[in-house]
């Protein structure tokens, strides 16, 4: 069975903080990951990622993929409180019949 | 260009009744995928749809339908509802696949079963 693990479950620091958000994956026949932050209701898409080694960066958020050691890092610098929020990982797995399996989520909090 | 929209937005319904929700996706997009998320099991992947065809199914038993009509809206069924089908269900539609192209999420319909 496919397997999406985030770590930490939540993470509370301190505006300007910078924070690190790991997700780590078993799936069978990888096609590409995912990150997304959630706020009260629908997931907004972040980064989609399908290539190792290749840094993808949104403003103050980055992303990399390790298809090696089979994780994902999504880095927030100079958090703001406006960055508070689920954010979900996930990963597209399988062909024929792909399948979408999504990790629980890290929970950031970030204090004024 | 208006986004997602589903309707209705909240649905109370009894055990064994059924439900249909509803999915406009953004115009031009051909994909729509739907997805549950409830506390205990977080987001899961229920089934994707392009040009009228099923894509991708996810773990879900056969009480959980969909299909998409000629204009890309989507339609999702519940048969016999269970208490454990409380939810939300959101779906998400893309441009091409699901798979390669970015998804742009709707609010969701929060169905209450009884």
């Known amino acids: 069975e496919d397997k999406v693990v985030q770590s930490p479950l939540s993470l509370v620091v301190h505006e300007g903080d910078t924070v690190t958000l790991n997700c780590s994956y078993e799936v069978t026949n990888f096609r590409s990951l995912l990150w997304y932050k959630q706020e009260k209701k629908a997931p907004t898409f972040l980064f989609m990622l399908t290539s190792s080694g290749i840094e993808k960066k949104s403003g103050r958020l980055s992303s990399i993929l390790d298809k090696k050691e089979l994780f994902s890092i999504l880095n927030i610098t100079a958090t703001q409180t406006g960055d508070s929020a689920v954010y979900l990982c996930a990963v597209w797995a399988n062909f024929g019949n792909e399948k979408l399996t999504f990790g629980t989520g890290t929970r950031l909090t970030i204090i004024p | 260009k208006a986004g997602v929209t589903q309707t209705p937005r909240y649905l109370i319904k009894t055990r064994g009744q059924q439900v249909t929700l509803s999915c406009s996706p953004i115009s031009g997009h051909r994909s729509v995928s739907w997805y549950q998320q409830t506390p205990g099991q977080g987001l899961q992947f229920l089934f994707e749809y392009f040009s009228e065809t099923q894509r991708n199914k996810g773990n879900f038993p056969g009480r959980f339908s969909g299909r998409q009509f000629s204009n890309s809206r989507s339609e999702m069924n519940v048969s016999t509802l269970e208490l454990g089908d409380s939810a939300l269900y959101l779906c998400?539609?893309?441009?091409?696949?699901?798979?390669?192209?970015?998804?742009?999420f709707g609010p969701g319909t929060r169905l209450t079963v009884l």
């Open positions: 998400a539609s893309s441009l091409g696949a699901s798979t390669t192209d970015t998804q742009y």
